[in-house]
């Protein structure tokens, strides 16, 4: 079962609900009582529980609360919170019974729905097309099972993770189509990076890498970078590191959407102000298509996505395929490290939490993208991201396990800036005399996707809701440009 590691003994000290149960844990010999809910006040102990839930969990469409003994806080939930679906699991046996035998489980089920196997609960999360799911588990219960939160989260992990790609592409897969078709209109050929001369080898002493992230801590531990290390940095990072004068050696940029513009605007404008050189960028085909009008040099690499696989059959067969589980950038410096050599990649800035309701550092483009909305009725608070709180939500504790998952594979070691001296950093390699890059001309991708075998792949696409019809129209639309 899932989360049940201990022997659990109920004892009814009082009839519910004002008082649920007394129990008793029973683990290597010690015993603990204590009671599932508050003695004087449970209905109030349930809304304080709810207040404390993180704000980004509200703001999710579902979410999953563990253990819920006698409901109060999925009472205290569905009365506040009307926009979000509500599953709870209740790991504990006997609880489980007791609300069954007593009809309080039928009359919860009407606020939430309530499982006790976790099997069940995967099953009705795959009907219902969850694809994220936020994990809450109650003070009371994350005391007793100190591990809980932890294992039901990787019990979902991985059922959810699996479900992430294809939904990814089912909502962004037109936006991707049509920057990578805007690309070939804007460009005569395009650079793939292909690898190195030998991986894993360049000079004999192993590169200092270092990625930088845009956690609020970025500047703080970006300052301990020595001379002479390679860095690495997210679209997000520039501006704030060009600011405080840190030079970066190669800049990371996945996104695809038009927010990408405020943090280029942002690090063109600190680069300006302090008289440094852009970097150059690392992007994708389905990254935003103006990625070449903002840095020297554009290079791409080719990922597991739908159009890229379909052009691996045709002109870019012989681009390495770069797998990125994590569907963060922080694979993409993953990958860059290895190429290099690098047996540690250090990092600033990438928490994945926020401090006191900051979420990045000052001076990226989401402070440039409030500031445009800022009001005297409207602070810079109210538009700050959603995206971290200051406990690492699921989302992010799956990117960050899937990083170190690929991590290992790699035969890296992911370390802090803090633990950086000037001793670890001897020389500093040319990036791109180590990484080799190779060019297509966009002619071949054009006449590839005219053949018969890409446009019978093409239809594969119409799953995810892109028919050739609409290709053609974004074919046509970018001839025009």
């Not at 038009?258 to 300006?272: P, V, Y």
Request: aromatic fraction near 8%.
């Amino acid at each position: 079962m899932l989360i049940c590691p201990l022997e659990i003994e109920l004892i009814q000290r009082s009839k519910p609900p004002s008082n649920f149960s007394y129990i008793r844990e029973t683990h290597e010999g010690v015993n603990q009582e204590g009671f599932l809910h508050s003695r004087r006040d449970p209905i109030a102990e349930a809304r304080r529980i709810v207040q404390d839930i993180p704000d980004s969990l509200h703001r999710n469409a579902s979410f999953l609360i563990v253990g819920i003994g006698w409901g109060y806080v999925i009472e205290e939930l569905a009365s506040n919170i009307h926009s979000s679906l509500i599953f709870a699991l209740e790991p504990i046996p006997q609880v489980f019974q007791s609300l069954e035998k007593t009809g309080r489980l039928q009359e919860l089920s009407k606020r939430g729905l309530i499982f006790h196997h976790a099997e069940n609960l995967q099953k009705q999360l795959r009907e219902e097309q969850i694809h994220t799911l936020d994990v809450f588990v109650t003070p009371v219960y994350k005391r007793l099972f100190p591990d809980l939160a932890d294992r039901a989260f990787s019990f979902f992990q991985n059922d959810v993770a699996s479900q992430v790609d294809r939904a990814s592409s089912k909502h962004f897969l037109r936006q991707w189509t049509r920057n990578a078709y805007r690309l070939t209109a804007s460009q005569k050929e395009i650079s793939f990076v292909i690898g190195t001369g030998k991986e894993g080898s360049i000079g004999s002493e192993e590169p200092l890498v270092v990625y930088c992230g845009s956690g609020p801590r970025l500047l703080e531990e970006a300052r301990k970078i020595p001379k002479g290390a390679l860095i690495l940095s997210s679209d997000t990072a520039l501006a704030p590191l060009l600011s405080e004068g840190i030079e970066v050696d190669l800049a990371l940029s996945i996104d695809s959407g038009r927010g990408t513009i405020f943090h280029l605007s942002a690090m063109l404008q600190a680069a300006e102000r302090r008289g440094l050189s852009k970097p150059p960028v690392l992007g994708w085909t389905g990254s935003i298509p103006s990625l070449s009008q903002w840095f020297p040099k554009t290079y791409y690499y080719r990922s597991t996505l739908p159009l890229d696989q379909i052009l691996g059959e045709g002109p870019l067969q012989s681009i390495p395929e770069w797998k990125n589980p994590s569907r963060n950038l922080l694979g993409i410096a993953l990958q860059i490290g290895f190429l290099l050599g690098s047996k540690r990649l250090y990092l600033a800035g990438c928490s994945f939490v926020s401090e006191k309701g900051i979420a990045h550092e000052r001076g990226t483009g989401h402070q440039t993208y409030a500031l445009s909305l800022h009001t005297r009725k409207f602070s810079l608070e109210m538009h700050t991201s959603s995206a971290y709180s200051d406990e690492m939500n699921p989302k992010n504790r799956m990117i960050c396990s899937e990083a170190q998952k690929t991590a290992r594979l790699l035969g890296i070691q992911f370390r802090n800036c803090s633990e950086l001296n000037e001793k670890e950093c001897a020389h500093k390699p040319s990036l791109w005399k180590a990484i080799r890059s190779l060019s297509i001309p966009v002619q071949e991708v054009h006449t590839y996707l005219d053949t018969a075998t890409a446009k019978q792949n093409l239809k594969q696409l119409e799953s995810f809701g892109l028919n050739l019809k609409t290709i053609k129209k974004y074919r046509k639309m970018t001839e025009k440009l």
